[in-house]
């Protein structure tokens, strides 16, 4: 659990998109052991014996600090610059080096085995549990079980409650010692129970997997992850660019993809201005603060860090950090001072008034998500103003001036 109560992590990321509310229907208790005995069948159909579900699900109810957080969306959407600003600090990028010495010789050789390079790992740590200062206490049976049983998300959750109990199952600890963040991220890495059963790794050899106490477990599970993920030795998830005067803005997207190579030809460099890598690897460019801000060009790992967590601000800090921590420049270009948040009912407004005009088709869930930007980008062209895709303040006035 992030101890910065607006940055989002993996599991945050996964109760806040779903915007789930509470089913007032399954409040009562007879739903909800209802609920655990269908959640037990399943389990068993997937091979946990009878007696470790009920073990688990003894005595167990609803937690309502659950629900309630849950419930909890939040009422402004993050700049790039509160983002990345949250995240990326002074005090993470030092710690994130001296965790990295610490354990070197490790890391050295996940990486040889995984193609993982360690400020990477050492990004996600620190991003995820601030180097495993805040793992959380909720007990993650009955956090997932209370999302699954009490919440419109059953699916999801309810095989998030199955894969923990696989995990007790396999002897790896009890109900009580698996302990995460209220949304069932559990350990140094946040791993969600059906991530930790597919993806973990007994790294030290004692038969049991514990991402909580041993940091072999938990570094080579999260290695183990972002190579099953998508992520591969090579270019980083990102760079900072510096783009050429008159440059289209409507390629900034990341729907745009061209090769490498083809970016440099077009003027984009490196930010310092060295020339951008000759290769032929796909990538995008972003403009997350807008055309005034920082650009950066996307490579393929950054769908893989996207899979770690759907957001694209958290993706760009993790490529910031990691470049950080592993003795990199911070982003030279600064975002605009201007730049403001914009609530959850203004993005609604934002994202109806778009699909009013035929340019956005998708639901309107007051997320800034690519699709929004998109269809953002689309009216800035259509009314002259520089087409970013980013909610300047005359770009919304000029939007709510629509009919």
């Given at each position: 659990?992030?101890?910065?109560?607006?940055?989002?992590?993996?599991?945050?990321?996964?109760?806040?998109?779903?915007?789930?509310?509470?089913?007032?229907?399954?409040?009562?208790?007879?739903?909800?052991?209802?609920?655990?005995?269908?959640?037990?069948?399943?389990?068993?159909?997937?091979?946990?014996?009878?007696?470790?579900?009920?073990?688990?699900?003894?005595?167990?109810?609803?937690?309502?600090?659950?629900?309630?957080?849950?419930?909890?969306?939040?009422?402004?959407?993050?700049?790039?610059?509160?983002?990345?600003?949250?995240?990326?600090?002074?005090?993470?990028?030092?710690?994130?080096?001296?965790?990295?010495?610490?354990?070197?010789?490790?890391?050295?050789?996940?990486?040889?085995?995984?193609g993982i390079p360690?400020?990477?790992?050492?990004?996600?740590?620190?991003?995820?549990?601030?180097?495993?200062?805040?793992?959380?206490?909720?007990?993650?049976?009955?956090?997932?079980?209370?999302?699954?049983?009490?919440?419109?998300?059953?699916?999801?959750?309810?095989?998030?409650?199955?894969?923990?109990?696989?995990?007790?199952?396999?002897n790896h600890m009890?109900?009580?010692?698996?302990?995460?963040?209220?949304?069932?991220?559990?350990?140094?890495?946040?791993?969600?129970?059906?991530?930790?059963?597919?993806?973990?790794?007994?790294?030290?050899?004692?038969?049991?997997?514990?991402?909580?106490?041993?940091?072999?477990?938990?570094?080579?599970?999260?290695?183990?992850?972002?190579?099953?993920?998508?992520?591969?030795?090579?270019?980083?998830?990102?760079?900072?660019?510096?783009?050429?005067?008159?440059?289209?803005?409507?390629?900034?997207?990341?729907?745009?993809?061209?090769?490498?190579?083809?970016?440099?030809?077009?003027?984009?460099?490196?930010?310092?201005?060295?020339?951008?890598?000759?290769?032929?690897?796909?990538?995008?460019?972003?403009?997350?603060?807008?055309?005034?801000?920082?650009?950066?060009?996307?490579?393929?790992?950054?769908?893989?860090?996207?899979?770690?967590?759907?957001?694209?601000?958290?993706?760009?800090?993790?490529?910031?950090?990691?470049?950080?921590?592993?003795?990199?420049?911070?982003?030279?270009?600064?975002?605009?001072?201007?730049?403001?948040?914009?609530?959850?009912?203004?993005?609604?407004?934002?994202?109806?008034?778009?699909?009013?005009l035929g340019l956005?088709?998708?639901?309107?869930?007051?997320?800034?998500?690519?699709?929004?930007?998109?269809?953002?980008?689309?009216?800035?062209?259509?009314?002259?103003?520089?087409?970013?895709?980013?909610?300047?303040?005359?770009?919304?006035?000029?939007?709510?001036?629509?009919?």
């Amino acid at each position: 659990m992030n101890p910065l109560p607006k940055i989002t992590t993996l599991a945050a990321t996964t109760a806040i998109l779903a915007g789930s509310l509470a089913n007032p229907a399954n409040a009562q208790d007879g739903g909800f052991r209802e609920c655990l005995q269908t959640i037990k069948a399943d389990a068993m159909r997937q091979g946990v014996p009878a007696n470790i579900a009920d073990r688990a699900f003894q005595g167990l109810t609803p937690d309502q600090k659950v629900i309630d957080l849950d419930q909890r969306q939040p009422e402004f959407s993050l700049t790039y610059a509160k983002y990345v600003g949250g995240t990326v600090t002074a005090d993470r990028i030092v710690k994130g080096q001296q965790r990295m010495a610490q354990h070197r010789a490790l890391l050295d050789a996940l990486q040889a085995e995984y193609g993982i390079p360690p400020q990477y790992i050492m990004a996600f740590w620190g991003i995820e549990t601030n180097y495993g200062s805040f793992m959380g206490d909720f007990r993650v049976v009955r956090s997932v079980a209370t999302l699954a049983c009490m919440t419109k998300r059953k699916d999801f959750f309810s095989n998030e409650t199955v894969q923990a109990l696989r995990i007790l199952n396999m002897n790896h600890m009890t109900s009580d010692q698996m302990r995460g963040s209220w949304a069932g991220a559990m350990g140094n890495m946040q791993f969600m129970p059906s991530t930790f059963t597919k993806w973990a790794v007994d790294r030290d050899g004692n038969g049991r997997i514990d991402i909580w106490n041993s940091l072999p477990d938990a570094f080579a599970s999260a290695a183990n992850f972002l190579r099953g993920i998508g992520f591969r030795p090579g270019l980083p998830s990102s760079e900072e660019i510096v783009l050429p005067r008159g440059f289209p803005l409507d390629q900034a997207d990341s729907t745009v993809e061209k090769p490498v190579r083809a970016w440099a030809a077009m003027g984009v460099k490196k930010a310092g201005g060295a020339p951008l890598p000759a290769v032929d690897d796909a990538s995008s460019i972003l403009l997350p603060a807008g055309f005034r801000g920082p650009a950066f060009i996307i490579y393929p790992n950054f769908k893989a860090v996207m899979n770690w967590n759907r957001s694209t601000l958290y993706a760009l800090s993790v490529g910031i950090l990691a470049r950080q921590i592993a003795g990199g420049l911070p982003v030279q270009q600064a975002a605009p001072a201007d730049d403001a948040p914009l609530s959850r009912d203004t993005v609604i407004d934002i994202q109806n008034r778009l699909a009013r005009l035929g340019l956005y088709k998708d639901d309107a869930d007051g997320l800034l998500g690519p699709k929004t930007r998109s269809a953002l980008r689309l009216f800035q062209q259509q009314t002259g103003l520089p087409a970013d895709g980013h909610p300047t303040a005359e770009s919304v006035r000029r939007l709510q001036q629509t009919r």
